[in-house]
């Protein structure tokens, strides 16, 4: 069968899109993963911006989709000025596993849907693509009109069609899941050079604590996780039995030009395209939002797919400027030190006798 949309990836970016626009095209959804089970290594948090994007498409979360805190202060913590201060911010914790789901839930019957099922080679033809895709009970060969690469972080769709440079920085995101106590109930952002020129979080899900780090790949990652704990430990933080160890690769646009949105015929959403906070590493927002983008300008039509979309992505570029304006600043030693020490914004807490 040859297919309107071919969408690589069943993550936010890719099930949106599909329930987008999945009743007026023939739609092919291609996920490598079964979706069972934990899900993307992620901190699961659903940052004001992506809570913004869920209520514009008309969404609300189910309970099952819940994790325990929910959210109302950030802990940041500057490791060499030894500084640390509170500020208000309402996160949604949530089940990334069961998040992924549930948007995969909504996407119409008439999508093909399939799971574990691997995009292997992309090649262009007259008329559109040529898909090679690897599933358990072998290969398959599709073809499409439009290809979508909502293939995050490591994107093959960008890879395979030389849409990688200039490339956004490429982080290895490490993450933890111990036993600790529940007595922080907060998302803690960690500002340490000797470990990453990115940041380092603990967040608190049901009876467990997650730790992550985004670190540069291949530099000692092992040696630099350990190091945070370690750091931590003298911040107050009692950690119990790892219960769960994962990674992910995580982007970092520093400029507008290390974002994609995709050539003739083909588009990228979501982390694949570059589009993520280079600030806070939020990227839900982002691939909420270009995937309903995108999926105005396929309702529009089927032709000049990719110059459309760049053009109405254009507020999401502006806003990955402004976002990489406000990195510069958090992330620069000395600018962060006088913001924290004068603490704008910031709040203090009071437990009572309990602290
Ligand atoms: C450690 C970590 C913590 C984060 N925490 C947060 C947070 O708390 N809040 C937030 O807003 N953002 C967070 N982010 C960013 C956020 O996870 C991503 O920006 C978001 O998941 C992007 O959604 P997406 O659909 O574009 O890509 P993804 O969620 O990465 O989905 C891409 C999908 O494509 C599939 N895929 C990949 N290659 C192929 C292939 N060849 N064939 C078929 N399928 C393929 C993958 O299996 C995956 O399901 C975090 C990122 C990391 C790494």
């Known amino acids: 069968m ?10 936010p970016a890719g099930a949106t899109l599909a329930r987008l ?3 007026r095209y023939r739609v092919l959804l291609v996920e490598k993963r079964t979706l069972e089970g934990p899900g993307k290594c992620c901190g699961g948090l659903l940052a004001p911006d992506a809570q913004g994007m869920l209520s514009q498409l008309g969404l609300g979360l189910p309970k099952s989709v819940l994790q325990e805190p929910q959210l109302f202060v950030v802990r940041a913590i500057d490791v060499p000025c030894r500084r640390e201060r509170y500020y208000q911010r309402h996160y949604i914790n949530m089940d990334r596993g069961q998040f992924d789901r549930w948007l995969l839930s909504m996407v119409p019957s008439g999508v093909d849907v399939r799971l574990g099922c691997r995009l292997r080679a992309c090649t262009r033809e007259k008329e559109g693509f040529q898909l090679v895709l690897r599933q358990q009970d072998g290969q398959r060969v599709e073809t499409a009109r439009i290809v979508v690469g909502a293939d995050g972080a490591g994107s093959k769709v960008r890879r395979g069609l030389g849409l990688q440079r200039p490339a956004p920085r490429m982080y290895l995101a490490v993450q933890e899941w111990v036993e600790a106590d529940a007595s922080m109930p907060y998302f803690s952002s960690i500002f340490d050079p000797e470990i990453t020129d990115y940041y380092c979080w603990t967040i ?7 730790v992550g780090a985004a670190l540069a790949p291949r530099d000692r990652t092992r040696e630099r996780f350990e190091r945070l704990k370690s750091r931590l430990r003298d911040w107050g933080f009692r950690f119990g039995r790892t219960v769960r160890r994962e990674g992910a690769l995580l ?9 994609s949105t995709g050539t003739a015929g083909i588009a990228l959403i ?3 395209a570059g589009w993520i906070s280079p600030s806070s590493a939020e990227g ?7 995937a309903r983008m995108l999926a105005e300008v396929l309702h529009a039509g089927l032709d000049d797919v990719a110059p459309r979309y760049h053009r109405t992505s254009q507020p999401l570029r502006r806003n990955i400027l402004v976002k990489g304006l406000k990195s510069r600043v958090v992330f620069h030693p000395g600018l962060r030190r006088i913001i924290m020490r004068l603490g704008l914004q910031s709040m203090d807490i009071y437990g009572g006798d309990e602290r």
């Open 284 to 290: 839900l927002s982002y691939a909420f939002r270009s």
């Open 21 to 23: 626009v999945g009743q």
């Open 204 to 210: 608190p899900k049901d009876h467990l604590l997650a």
């Open 270 to 272: 979501g982390e694949a």
């Open 2 to 11: 040859s297919y309107d949309v071919a969408i690589i990836g069943a993550g």
């Open 251 to 259: 982007l970092r646009p520093e400029t507008v030009g290390h974002v």
